[in-house]
């Protein structure tokens, strides 16, 4: 079930102070990317690399009732999901959290006097994987292994979330372990995001655990996950690859290189688990870069790359 702008801007009208919801009235959809609200400051719009200034300054508490109201006030409910530093808000939005950490040694127990937050809007635009999935396909109709590259703000999540669905709607089976809810979004058991009426998810659960328990219990074609991180996650990949099934996957970096040369991802570089790689342009949200096979050998360079 996919959110609508009108079904954001009826939520966030809810939370947020009246100057801000009538700057939020004159945007378009898909305009908006991110509110940051800080303690003392400006809260601030940004949209694409643009940030407009709200004349509303919140203090400290004013931040704290924004932050429970965002969170349909159960902020304090959800402390497991907020020791990670966000929550998944209603319609898949996610909302990261600065203030006072509570620690027992080296352990976060919670956050207390919030002084920042910060409200990622998710994005679904159909058509995002346009470009990537002629990348996609043998010609037996098998699907590569793919790892998606690019910066924070570039376009990944959403250019695998695109090329998920429309995987599913050609009859194939695929798992996703969303473990940080960003790509299928996930509200009392339901994607609040567009991923495909063959596709099957595993929320908030990490991702070498979500990996194999998707291989032992659902029997994927496909498995996808999001920004893949430590060498657990990096095992789980290769057994899956391993077995047979195709794994679709992101991570951050400006230079395939050097990104590929990390602890995480080197073994599976160098085991070749990846049959496509496809870096975006850092310049431009959603635009591949360059693609390449399970060698590194480039296959196409956009222009400009």
């Not at 695929?174 to 809810?181: F, K, L, N, T």
């Not at 893949?228 to 899956?240: N, S």
């Amino acid at each position: 079930m996919m959110v609508t702008w009108h079904e954001t801007l009826v939520f966030l009208g809810q939370c947020l102070p009246a100057q801000v919801v009538k700057q939020l009235k004159g945007m378009k959809e898909g305009q908006l990317r991110e509110i940051r609200v800080r303690a003392g400051n400006h809260i601030l719009l940004e949209t694409g690399g643009r940030a407009t200034s709200c004349p509303v300054v919140p203090n400290q508490q004013q931040v704290n009732q924004i932050a429970e109201a965002l969170s349909e006030h159960a902020l304090y409910a959800r402390a497991e999901e907020m020791r990670s530093g966000f929550v998944t808000l209603k319609g898949g939005h996610r909302m990261g959290l600065c203030g006072r950490v509570i620690c027992q040694g080296q352990t976060v127990r919670g956050l207390r006097d919030i002084s920042s937050l910060c409200v990622r809007i998710a994005g679904q635009w159909r058509g995002a994987a346009d470009r990537l999935l002629p990348w996609l396909w043998d010609e037996g109709g098998r699907i590569f292994s793919t790892l998606i590259v690019g910066m924070p703000g570039s376009g990944k999540t959403t250019m695998l979330r695109d090329a998920l669905c429309r995987i599913s709607e050609g009859g194939t089976r695929v798992c996703v372990v969303d473990e940080r809810s960003e790509i299928a979004a996930m509200c009392e058991g339901v994607p609040q995001l567009e991923i495909g009426p063959n596709t099957d998810v595993l929320d908030g659960c990490s991702k070498d655990a979500g990996l194999r328990w998707m291989i032992r219990a659902m029997s994927p074609q496909v498995l996808a996950t999001d920004e893949l991180r430590d060498m657990a996650e990096g095992e789980a990949v290769l057994e899956a690859v391993q077995s047979g099934i195709s794994v679709l996957a992101t991570a951050h970096g400006r230079n395939m290189e050097r990104t590929l040369q990390r602890g995480t991802l080197a073994p599976l570089a160098d085991g070749c688990a990846f049959e496509r790689y496809v870096l975006l342009r850092e310049s431009a949200v959603g635009e591949i870069a360059a693609v390449y096979d399970e060698k590194l050998r480039p296959l196409v360079r956009e222009e400009g790359s």
